[in-house]
């Protein structure tokens, strides 16, 4: 009997210390995913498309960087295709993976923050987190969101280790996890990469003011083994598909240009994205919060506090992801998420100051009244900008009619190319674009990049002659391909300065302008601006390749495809007598 009960007492000891206390957040959590809920929104933001897209690819058996181009990590590619698989290729699957890594993410928050700063801060911190996140996520998918678990486990990994003495066995876990983690995140996008860095430089540093030689090695030496622990199964994929020196050139070489700047745009970046990422009120509060921390560990006294390693910690990791956030020069407001982790560690910090202060003057004030009191003051502050999140959700994409119209010109041809940034089209419609480029920003770059992008569109539009789709009219970033809106264009971005039209060079694009200008013809306008060509019959004639795959669409140009459900791009020739896969969410 006494066995029995010490046995029930420790098992609710575990499950205290498990705290699943973020588990009520569950609801707050899909609040912040709503804006990417498949049934408000079928098609997918432009990064999220070809991380689908490239997740496709995997499942069909092809290789991200060698039959699609883009500049993320390999990471990113392969959650996709995770999430696909879930679900049958449908968005419900990223979906649902979209829920798991911000559930992770709060669960790791909020055990970080009650530990360091008790729970009131921790509630009021992490439900800062999860509002402030809605309407930079987008509805999530981007390479921001899935490095945000990492982020939190690496300043969790710093707490715990600034709290207890230097073990062996500490000093290989945390090093292990570590390098983990960091080569997870680089493995994503190099940038997201900061804040475990920042963590594994200063316990290195700590173990080696200790004068702990043996740790140190031990911990050097687990660092890189977690590292490799991630890195070699992904390298060996890449590896296994003559992958590697493609991503090298995509992921590393491409994103060095795109980052080589000038200062002062970086600057422009950093100040935009610290002022109108968020709502003006969460970036006023942030920034006071930054100074009186500041101020606060100017004080030799405070530095004793046993939260002050953390809250150095957040505070120089703050300025780190501003600084890589700003980086590139360009003002992504998704960018912001990577800040998010330090930023909310100093606003609980805050919360947990003030709370302080004030039971010291009013001993009476219940710790329960004054979170529930901060809560709704951040939920009226959000209010408008989650709602404004959910609305833009629901209006993103493009018209039905205009779906409808690139499907049936797809009936005869099924290769479609998306002139500019649109590889959402594709998925919609269900149908590949005829080259790796799904997307062209890689073609106005110079330094050899552009030009050999351009070189091999060009190859790949001549042998298979697609439909191609100039959505230059929305995205003022893409130059048209019709010659007197491009020139238009030109006179516009030669006026301007930034950094995206600063690197153009659409010099080595002229001979595919060329080309569609001989071999295409004009046969439609869209409401949206859009324009869509078709291949002449003399380039058709040439073709021996092209079949008609598509056999029957919905004529009802007013009606949506059903939300979440997705379709085959890669499968290039269907089942005989049988319609093609991708076309299923149209069919009756």
């Known amino acids: ?122 509630i009021v911190g992490t439900v800062a987190f999860l509002l402030s996140a809605t309407g930079l996520m987008d509805g999530g998918n981007y390479t921001e969101v899935y490095t945000l678990p990492l982020q939190f486990a690496a300043l969790l990994i710093f707490w715990r280790s600034s709290r207890e003495n230097a073990r062996l066995s500490r000093v290989l876990f945390s090093g292990l996890a570590l390098g983990a983690l960091g080569m997870g995140a680089f493995l994503f996008r190099a940038n997201n990469a900061g804040t475990v860095l920042l963590v594994a430089v200063a316990l290195f540093f700590a173990l080696l003011r200790a004068r702990r030689v043996q740790n140190l090695f031990c911990f050097v030496v687990a660092l890189l083994g977690g590292a490799v622990l991630v890195a070699l199964p992904v390298f060996v994929f890449l590896a296994g598909n003559h992958a590697l020196g493609e991503w090298w050139q995509q992921s590393i070489v491409f994103n060095v240009q795109y980052s080589n700047v000038p200062a002062s745009s970086r600057l422009s970046s950093m100040a935009g994205l610290l002022l109108g990422a968020t709502p003006a009120v969460f970036s006023v509060l942030i920034l006071h919060t930054f100074v009186l921390v500041v101020t606060f560990l100017g004080r030799r006294s405070n530095r004793r506090h046993s939260y002050a390693p953390v809250l150095i910690a957040a505070a120089l990791d703050f300025v780190l992801e501003i600084s890589l956030a700003g980086s590139s020069g360009r003002l992504y407001k998704h960018y912001f998420i990577a800040v998010l982790p330090p930023a909310i560690v100093l606003l609980a910090w805050h919360v947990h100051y003030l709370h302080e202060k004030l039971m010291a003057r009013s001993p009476g004030i219940r710790p329960g009244a004054y979170t529930a009191g901060i809560v709704a003051l951040l939920a009226l502050a959000f209010l408008h900008p989650v709602m404004a999140a959910v609305a833009d959700a629901q209006n993103a994409g493009v018209e039905a009619k205009v779906l409808v119209g690139i499907a049936e010109q797809s009936r005869e041809i099924d290769s479609l190319l998306m002139w500019g940034a649109a590889t959402e089209i594709n998925l919609a419609v269900g149908v590949p674009a005829p080259t790796r480029y799904v997307y062209q920003y890689p073609l106005f770059f110079g330094g050899g990049i552009g030009e050999t992008a351009a070189s091999e569109l060009l190859v790949d539009l001549d042998r298979t002659p697609s439909i191609v789709v100039d959505t230059s009219a929305t995205n003022p970033d893409v130059p048209p391909l019709d010659a007197a809106a491009r020139e238009a264009w030109s006179r516009r971005i030669a006026s301007e300065t930034g950094p995206i039209y600063g690197q153009y060079r659409i010099d080595a694009v002229q001979p595919v302008f060329d080309y569609i200008a001989a071999n295409y013809v004009v046969a439609d306008r869209f409401d949206n601006g859009w324009v869509l060509y078709t291949p002449s019959a003399t380039l058709l004639s040439k073709d021996k390749t092209n079949s008609k795959h598509a056999t029957a669409i919905r004529e009802l140009a007013g009606e949506a495809p059903p939300g979440g459900q997705l379709i085959e791009v890669c499968e290039r020739q269907p089942q005989a007598n049988s319609p093609p896969q991708w076309y299923e969410f149209l069919m009756p």
Do not use: C
């Not at 046995?7 to 709503?34: D, F, T």
């Not at 990471?75 to 798991?100: E, M, P, R, S």
């Open 1 to 122: 009997m006494i066995d029995s009960m010490s046995q029930a007492e420790g098992a609710k000891s575990r499950i205290r210390k498990l705290n699943l206390a973020p588990l009520w957040l569950l609801p707050l959590v899909i609040l912040s995913l709503l804006p990417g809920l498949p049934l408000l929104r079928p098609l997918p933001h432009r990064d999220s498309a070809v991380f689908i897209y490239s997740g496709q690819l995997i499942l069909d058996g092809r290789t991200p960087y060698i039959d699609v181009w883009d500049h993320k990590g390999p990471l990113v590619y392969l959650a996709n295709a995770f999430g696909l698989a879930l679900t049958d290729k449908d968005l419900w699957g990223i979906w649902i993976v979209q829920i798991g890594v911000l559930l992770a993410a709060v669960f790791l928050a909020y055990r970080l923050l009650e530990s360091a700063f008790g729970r009131p801060a921790a």
